[in-house]
């Protein structure tokens, strides 16, 4: 009797994993969507000192972190930071009192970080490639990115003093633009 109840107890399990075993499986497709941000940079509030020089001598001085936030998440991205400057002027800004935007040389130096993927590459690295701001310069970009990415930066600004400055306070603006 013992053996009868053996081979039973099997017969209803094979009857019973037949059963699964012979259900159709059912499908459900699932969608969601991955929203795109937007692409941002903020820079220094200043004002930003830069110190004292005297005429015909050269004064720098770091401007604090400039950083770009790209939350578009781009299959491809890609983006380049500009800088230019205006002149500089104290007092009534006659010529006297006016040096040139072509006095004001910019370098980005290397980041001091960034994340996401892709190439970010400095503007001018080092203080030898520092370049004038009379015109738009690149200070960074992102080249070859996917997704989300950041960059921070610590530009240098170097000011060559005309021979001709007079004595006073000088105040301009350094503008930094995304594209």
């Known amino acids: 009797m013992r053996i009868r109840y053996s081979v039973a107890a ?14 159709a499986p059912g499908d459900t497709a699932v969608t969601f969507s ?13 004002p930003v000192g830069l110190g004292n020089g005297l ?3 050269s004064i720098s001085g770091q401007l ?11 299959l491809t991205a890609a983006w380049t930071a ?6 500089f002027t104290t007092g009534g800004g006659t010529a006297a009192e006016t040096i040139p935007a072509s006095s004001i040389s910019y370098w980005s130096g290397t980041a001091s970080a960034t994340t996401g993927l ?3 590459t400095p503007g001018q690295a080092t203080a030898a490639q520092a ?5 738009s310069r690149t200070a960074y970009s992102l080249t070859g990115g ?17 021979v001709s400055a007079v004595n006073g306070t000088y105040t301009g603006t350094v503008t930094h633009s995304i594209a």
């Open 131 to 135: 370049q004038s701001l009379n015109v």
């Open 34 to 46: 991955v929203s795109g941000g937007s692409l941002a940079i903020s820079v220094p509030a200043g």
């Open 55 to 57: 005429p015909g001598n």
């Open 118 to 120: 892709g190439v970010f």
């Open 82 to 87: 500009s800088a230019i400057s205006t002149s």
């Open 146 to 162: 996917t997704g989300n990415n950041s960059a921070t930066w610590n530009p240098t600004l170097v000011v060559a003093i005309p």
């Open 64 to 74: 604090g972190n400039v950083t770009v936030t790209d939350t578009r998440a781009l």
């Open 10 to 23: 099997g017969a209803a399990m094979v009857v019973a994993n037949a059963g699964v075993a012979s259900a």
